[in-house]
């Protein structure tokens, strides 16, 4: 899973990735200090990997992950060359969804690029460009469509009709992913690479005095989000920074103090799974334990197929029993003795939590 920070200069962005990375990425009082995108690979913070290497005395665990990328502050006019203009965009386009960081807090030491703190218009800024961008990339193909739908096929014929719809959709200011699209019509849209049509997740800066608190820029920033059919949360970048400097054992107490529950990160993945309809099964051994990203719905040969192909081609079974299953008897042959291992077929659906031992022909 690969996720883009974007924003405006100065909103906080790369003190987020900063913490959230502890990457290292130099954060500064002024616009594209942020020139080449900083590349930070985070594990998914998964509790239950720690429960089972200690039931299994295992030598090695292997958390998911998840790579941010830092992208360079965007300005007005971007889609026209401004700023950092098309670099900014191409670097979108790689990215599986989009964490919009939006400045939620006053400060006069910290300038603002158009000078005033207002989530709104910065969200319109950046949306604004990001639309201008798509519009000219559909514009393009309905021209090329247009020309192919006289050679009589209905496929042509399909897709031309698509992407009037998304013009329309673009030429009247709203993202693509607002669009309900048929299972074709999104399969044929990804392979545009619009930008819009990334999931987005809006994340309100605030200042660490607002935490727990109301905050009336941040709750434009959340209704906005919901109009954008996107995922929404509240983050102090400045707290981040400084739950990151702790040492570990100290970062949940502190965590704790602030009343968060969890850090931002935790949040910010949870909200990036469900965002991207993802889920985690885990595999379980003395050599390792180890989380595998997959998606909901994933059937039992494609999830033995992330391990590795070979699983998949030679699949024959998944012995599957539930996280809480093997917890609350102690141990997998435990949880086997009481008839809770079921063995399932290559119709099986997994489950977020299953842990599974794949039987496969080699």
Same mark, same amino acid.
């Given at each position: 899973?690969?996720?883009?920070?974007?924003?405006?200069?100065?909103?906080?962005?790369?003190?987020?990735?900063?913490?959230?990375?502890?990457?290292?990425?130099?954060?500064?009082?002024?616009?594209?200090?942020?020139?080449?995108?900083?590349?930070?690979?985070? /594990?998914?913070?998964? #509790?239950? +990997?720690?429960? @089972?290497?200690?039931?299994? *005395?295992?030598? &090695?665990?292997?958390?998911?992950?998840?790579?941010?990328?830092?992208?360079?502050?965007?300005?007005?006019?971007?889609?026209?060359?401004?700023?950092?203009?098309?670099?900014?965009?191409?670097?979108?386009?790689?990215?599986?969804?989009?964490?919009?960081?939006?400045?939620?807090?006053?400060?006069?030491?910290?300038?603002?690029?158009?000078?005033?703190?207002?989530?709104?218009?910065?969200?319109?800024?950046?949306?604004?460009?990001?639309?201008?961008?798509?519009?000219?990339?559909?514009?393009?193909?309905?021209?090329?469509?247009?020309?192919?739908?006289?050679?009589?096929?209905?496929?042509? /014929?399909?897709?031309? #009709?698509? +992407?009037?719809? @998304?013009?329309?959709?673009? *030429?009247?200011? &709203?993202?693509?992913?607002?669009?309900?699209?048929?299972?074709?019509?999104?399969?044929?849209?990804?392979?545009?690479?619009?930008?819009?049509?990334?999931?987005?997740?809006?994340?309100?800066?605030?200042?660490?005095?607002?935490?727990?608190?109301?905050?009336?820029?941040?709750?434009?920033?959340?209704?906005?989000?919901?109009?954008?059919?996107?995922?929404?949360?509240?983050?102090?970048?400045?707290?981040?920074?400084?739950?990151?400097?702790?040492?570990?054992?100290?970062?949940?107490?502190?965590?704790?103090?602030?009343?968060?529950?969890?850090?931002?990160?935790?949040?910010?993945?949870?909200?990036?799974?469900?965002?991207?309809?993802?889920?985690?099964?885990?595999?379980?051994?003395?050599?390792?334990?180890?989380?595998?990203?997959?998606?909901?719905?994933?059937?039992?040969?494609?999830?033995?197929?992330?391990?590795?192909?070979?699983?998949?081609?030679?699949?024959?079974?998944?012995?599957?029993?539930?996280?809480?299953?093997?917890?609350?008897?102690?141990?997998?042959?435990?949880?086997?003795?009481?008839?809770?291992?079921?063995?399932?077929?290559?119709?099986?659906?997994?489950?977020?939590?299953?842990?599974?031992?794949?039987?496969?022909?080699?």
């Amino acid at each position: 899973m690969k996720l883009g920070v974007v924003g405006l200069p100065n909103v906080g962005k790369s003190t987020l990735f900063n913490a959230i990375t502890e990457a290292g990425a130099e954060a500064q009082n002024y616009p594209f200090c942020t020139i080449e995108p900083n590349v930070g690979v985070v /594990a998914v913070p998964d #509790d239950r +990997l720690e429960v @089972l290497g200690k039931m299994y *005395s295992t030598k &090695k665990i292997t958390p998911a992950i998840v790579e941010f990328v830092d992208i360079a502050g965007l300005v007005k006019g971007a889609s026209h060359g401004e700023g950092l203009g098309n670099k900014f965009l191409s670097h979108i386009r790689e990215v599986d969804a989009v964490v919009h960081v939006v400045r939620c807090f006053k400060n006069p030491d910290i300038i603002h690029v158009e000078g005033s703190v207002d989530p709104a218009r910065d969200i319109d800024t950046i949306n604004t460009e990001l639309i201008l961008a798509d519009l000219e990339s559909v514009e393009k193909r309905l021209g090329r469509a247009e020309h192919l739908v006289r050679t009589g096929e209905k496929k042509y /014929a399909d897709e031309f #009709d698509l +992407l009037k719809k @998304l013009k329309d959709c673009l *030429s009247e200011g &709203k993202s693509i992913r607002t669009l309900t699209l048929s299972e074709d019509e999104k399969e044929l849209v990804s392979s545009y690479f619009l930008l819009t049509s990334k999931p987005v997740i809006y994340c309100a800066n605030i200042d660490e005095n607002d935490i727990g608190s109301a905050n009336a820029l941040s709750e434009q920033v959340k209704q906005l989000a919901a109009i954008d059919s996107s995922e929404f949360i509240e983050i102090s970048a400045g707290v981040e920074a400084e739950i990151a400097s702790l040492p570990l054992e100290e970062r949940q107490d502190y965590i704790d103090a602030l009343g968060l529950g969890e850090s931002g990160l935790s949040r910010m993945i949870k909200k990036c799974y469900n965002l991207l309809g993802l889920i985690s099964y885990l595999t379980a051994g003395e050599k390792e334990v180890r989380a595998w990203t997959i998606e909901r719905g994933t059937k039992a040969p494609q999830a033995a197929g992330k391990i590795h192909s070979d699983f998949e081609k030679g699949f024959i079974r998944a012995e599957v029993v539930t996280y809480e299953d093997i917890v609350r008897c102690g141990g997998y042959n435990q949880a086997k003795e009481k008839g809770l291992v079921r063995s399932e077929g290559k119709e099986y659906v997994v489950k977020d939590g299953d842990v599974i031992l794949f039987r496969f022909n080699v």
